[in-house]
């Protein structure tokens, strides 16, 4: 009988136990708002170095740009010394003949030539009877000629094109229509 008293004797924690269900305690407001508190300091810190590297980048891409601009022509300038040398050395000959003269310019030329294409520095010549084409011609007159019109007749000075730039148009006469 006993037995059955002990049975019939109610136990509130195992009632509350096998009442509740076996989920963990939610949290409560105080630790959710911690947790949401850590969470946006992380992101603000996230935030504010993603911004600061931004700046770093901006900064050196400035950087960068104004030393590009500041020794943009200094390939050329290194090219075009020895070409100044060699003219500098013409004039110091105390007694030039015309033959050697004529070698001190050939061989400046072949200097300054060869700066020219190191620096990518094309030379637009034109042939006779090529179309006219006003992005790299400017015809200063139109002649009579037995050709077809808007042709080239003659160059009067070369062009300069720098890469894909023109630098100078060069100086023609064209055809004119018959």
């Avoid at 500041?70 to 050329?76: C, G, L, N, Q, R």
């Avoid at 061989?107 to 084409?133: I, S």
């Amino acid at each position: 009988m006993q037995d059955q008293e002990n049975q019939a004797v109610p136990n509130p924690q195992a009632d509350a136990a096998a009442a509740a269900p076996s989920t963990p305690a939610e949290p409560t407001l105080e630790e959710q708002l911690a947790s949401t508190e850590a969470r946006l300091a992380e992101m603000h810190d996230a935030f504010m170095r993603a911004k600061a590297d931004g700046e770093n980048i901006r900064r050196r891409a400035q950087e960068d740009v104004a030393k590009a601009h500041k020794f943009a022509v200094e390939s050329f300038a290194e090219a075009m010394v020895p070409v100044k040398d060699s003219l500098e050395m013409a004039l110091t000959v105390e007694a030039p003949t015309i033959e050697s003269l004529k070698e001190g310019v050939e061989m400046t030329l072949k200097q300054l030539n060869a700066a020219f294409e190191r620096n990518r520095l094309v030379e637009v010549l034109p042939v006779q009877g090529e179309k006219l084409d006003p992005m790299k011609h400017q015809a200063v007159a139109v002649v009579p000629a037995e050709q077809e019109a808007n042709t080239i007749v003659s160059v009067l000075q070369k062009g300069y094109m720098i890469a894909d730039r023109l630098l100078r148009p060069a100086i023609v006469t064209a055809a004119q229509a018959k």
